[in-house]
């Protein structure tokens, strides 16, 4: 049986849904914490959390049935002492699954206002739809910007930014490793997060901080490719087997 996870407070909700209203900001490691408090939560790592920026925070895109994506950045959020900047998606996608559609259809309204009121990044969902082109654009020049600012911030995102149906690993779509390069050569040490769970809780692995190394002669594309393989293997390393999917027996 996977862990039983607690529901988020009705005041928590209420709480948020307040402050969305009124147009103000909150924190979210303080939201975090609060709906944490009882979540059954394992972490390993603990002396790689970064205390302060700059660092970019990744990690797996963990799915299953019944298990939110919320989970995983509530966690992340509440054991590392500093807010971080999280880059989120603006939409969810109809994957034909219970409610899925329900979900696509309020969730372009409901997202981006949840960014705002955290002050986060609002990323058009993966994999790229061409009406998107613009937004995406406007949401890496955004993270960038952040990613520039003076004291330099904790970044977090996903890389895959989307579900695999087994909770595998996926090679991120292209665009993702140049992003992480640019951020990598902003200074933005690399910190890899494998989330995962046993019979009893959620899993956090945290590993030391690295910087991506990349031949000096490639090709746009390549740059991409390889900064993206790079980051997934990192955080392939941090996973069971049974979730580390296309990188799974990579060294």
């Not at 490719?225 to 990188?247: D, F, N, R, S, T």
Request: charged share 15%.
């Amino acid at each position: 049986m996977p862990p039983i996870y607690p529901p988020i407070p009705l005041s928590a909700w209420l709480s948020l849904a307040w402050t969305g209203l009124s147009g103000k900001q909150r924190s979210f490691r303080q939201d975090a914490l609060r709906c944490t408090a009882r979540l059954p939560l394992m972490v390993n790592g603990s002396q790689h959390i970064p205390q302060t920026g700059p660092a970019l925070m990744v990690m797996n895109h963990y799915h299953r049935p019944g298990f939110q994506a919320y989970w995983f950045t509530l966690a992340i959020s509440a054991v590392t002492p500093a807010e971080i900047h999280w880059t989120i998606t603006s939409a969810w996608t109809d994957d034909g699954t219970p409610g899925a559609k329900f979900r696509a259809t309020i969730s372009p309204f409901l997202l981006p206002r949840l960014a705002r009121v955290y002050a986060f990044t609002s990323m058009p969902p993966m994999p790229p739809r061409p009406h998107e082109i613009t937004a995406r654009a406007a949401a890496v020049r955004q993270l960038l910007g952040v990613a520039q600012q003076n004291p330099p911030p904790l970044l977090a995102l996903a890389p895959e930014g989307r579900d695999h149906p087994a909770g595998e690993l996926m090679p991120p779509p292209p665009g993702v490793g140049r992003l992480l390069a640019m951020l990598d050569g902003f200074g933005y040490p690399i910190v890899p997060i494998g989330v995962s769970e046993d019979q009893h809780r959620l899993i956090l692995t945290f590993e030391r901080p690295f910087h991506l190394t990349l031949p000096k002669d490639l090709n746009p594309t390549q740059r991409d490719e390889q900064a993206a393989e790079q980051v997934m293997k990192e955080i392939a390393a941090l996973l069971p087997a049974e979730l580390q999917g296309a990188y799974a027996g990579t060294p």
